[in-house]
């Protein structure tokens, strides 16, 4: 079975723009979650999606927003960039809600400048 | 306050050591589920285990063992016979319920373990 697949691996946006992230979870999983590691905030939990509802949000401002498909695969956008939105965000597939055994992707490298 | 405190930063072992990694995790719900991640160089983090807060049994897996006790709010994970392939960092984390917006999860800062050949 493939594992969860992230794309882009690496981008570079300037301040103000926006980015689009995507996610492909196992298949046959249907929870995407996703998650910010910078170091100096470590982990954070962004959201998650189930079935193509937003069921669980971390604390971000509204500029990060994400949608799920019907065929599981997710997309998280973060609008007018800032430079403290480097990070590397990590997306992550379970069977159920919840956190359940997730499996985690590669990640993709954003970079603010 | 941190919800989630894995107060050892960084931990060096000599390979075939026993290694204890602490945390310590703080929560008012009676439901709720702590996690253990390992994140190695690569960059990629893998799942190690998920208990809910109504398991107290200690768990062990092959080198790895979890010891869960809610009467100190602990949930420490020790790698027996610690080899080089276990050099990483590792993550604790605590999954619980909020109102209006669903499960929180809440991360410690890591442990970076180093095994020294």
């Known amino acids: 079975k493939a594992g969860v697949t992230q794309t882009p691996r690496y981008l570079i946006k300037t301040r103000g723009q926006q980015v689009t992230l995507s996610c492909s979870p196992i298949?046959?999983?249907?929870?995407v979650s996703w998650y910010q590691q910078t170091p100096g905030q470590g982990l954070q939990f962004l959201f998650e999606y189930f079935s193509e509802t937003q069921r669980n949000k971390g604390n971000f401002p509204g500029r990060f927003s994400g949608r799920q498909f019907s065929n599981s695969r997710s997309e998280m956008n973060v609008s007018t960039l800032e430079l403290g939105d480097s990070a590397l965000y990590l997306c992550?597939?379970?069977?159920?809600?919840?956190?359940?055994?997730?499996?985690f992707g590669p990640g993709t490298r954003l970079t603010v400048t | 306050a941190q919800k989630v405190t894995q107060a050892q930063t960084e931990i060096s072992v000599v390979e075939k050591e026993d290694v204890t990694l602490d945390c310590v995790y703080e929560?008012?719900?009676?439901?709720?589920?702590l996690f253990w991640y390992k994140q190695p160089p690569s960059g990629e983090l893998v799942f190690l285990i998920r208990r809910n807060s109504f398991d107290e049994q200690n768990e062990i897996s092959g080198r790895y063992s979890w010891n869960f006790q809610k009467s100190t709010s602990s949930f420490n994970f020790t790698i027996t016979a610690s080899q080089v392939v276990d050099s990483a960092v590792y993550f604790c984390a605590l999954s619980e319920e909020e109102r209006g917006t669903g499960n929180q999860f809440y991360f410690g800062t890591g442990t970076s373990l180093t095994v020294i050949p």
């Open positions: 992550a597939s379970s069977l159920g809600r919840g956190m359940a055994g997730q499996y």
């Open positions: 298949s046959g999983h249907r929870s």
């Open positions: 929560t008012r719900d009676t439901t709720y589920y």
